[in-house]
């Protein structure tokens, strides 16, 4: 099967412009994460749908950072205005429903802000 | 809430040598636990799961975990590695409770693997 696709790979943007990162989860996979991996930490969960509803958001910054899943099949996550502090890789991954047991991930989406 | 330490952030090994990869994790309910391998410039791969059973879990890779839930531990372990495992590793837990499974990564842990 295809695996989770993400583009762009590399985005290089200056600060206060915006950005958006694209995924298209592996098909019929339900559940959808974007998760935010700061250089040498581990990945932080920013949100979750669940088809097309949001789960948990509950570490999104909100007022600057916002995601949608049309359909309940390819989601978008966009940034606007970016920071310096937002230069991360942004991985975005799929399990077929609530309760999938480990993630397929994608190769992500290297962010650097300047 | 769940939260995992990683003891080591980086460990050097001689090819063909044994390796540990070390990781504790806190959490006031059952968790599931996983260990994630990320090659560079890629995502996160699957190394293996504990769910329920043997306390030993095998994985890809010729990799085995060993989950100790009285010491809250969850150690990574191989008994010869290659150059190959030269990657980030990731420990992770997810709380049992939760009716969609959010995954709490630790900091990770380079190997790398010298000749």
């Known amino acids: 099967e295809a695996g989770v696709a993400q583009s762009p790979r590399y985005k290089i943007i200056e600060k206060r412009q915006s950005v958006a990162f694209w995924c298209n989860p592996i098909s019929g996979h339900a559940t959808l994460y974007w998760y935010q991996q700061i250089l040498g930490q581990g990945p932080k969960l920013l949100i979750q749908?669940?088809?097309?509803?949001?789960?948990?958001d509950s570490q999104l910054p909100k007022d600057r950072f916002s995601a949608e899943r049309l359909k309940g099949v390819d989601s978008t996550l966009k940034i606007q205005p970016a920071k310096l502090e937002d230069s991360a890789v942004y991985l975005c991954a799929s399990q077929p429903g609530a309760y999938g047991y480990g993630y397929t991930f994608g190769s992500g989406t290297r962010l650097t802000v300047v | 809430a769940q939260s995992v330490t990683q003891l080591d952030s980086q460990v050097p090994v001689f090819e063909e040598a044994p390796v540990e990869l070390r990781c504790n994790y806190s959490s006031s309910v059952s968790v599931y636990l996983f260990w994630y391998v990320q090659y560079p410039n890629q995502g996160l791969q699957l190394l293996l799961k504990y769910l329920s059973g043997s306390t030993l879990v095998k994985g890809i890779n010729g990799f085995e975990a060993e989950f100790n839930k009285s010491q809250t531990s969850f150690h990574l372990r191989k008994p010869s590695v290659h150059i190959s495992d030269t990657a980030e590793y990731f420990c992770?837990?997810?709380?049992?409770?939760?009716?969609?499974?959010?995954?709490?990564f630790g900091q990770g842990t380079r190997l790398t693997i010298n000749p």
């Open positions: 749908f669940q088809n097309n509803g949001v789960v948990d």
């Open positions: 992770a837990v997810s709380a049992l409770n939760q009716g969609a499974q959010k995954l709490v």
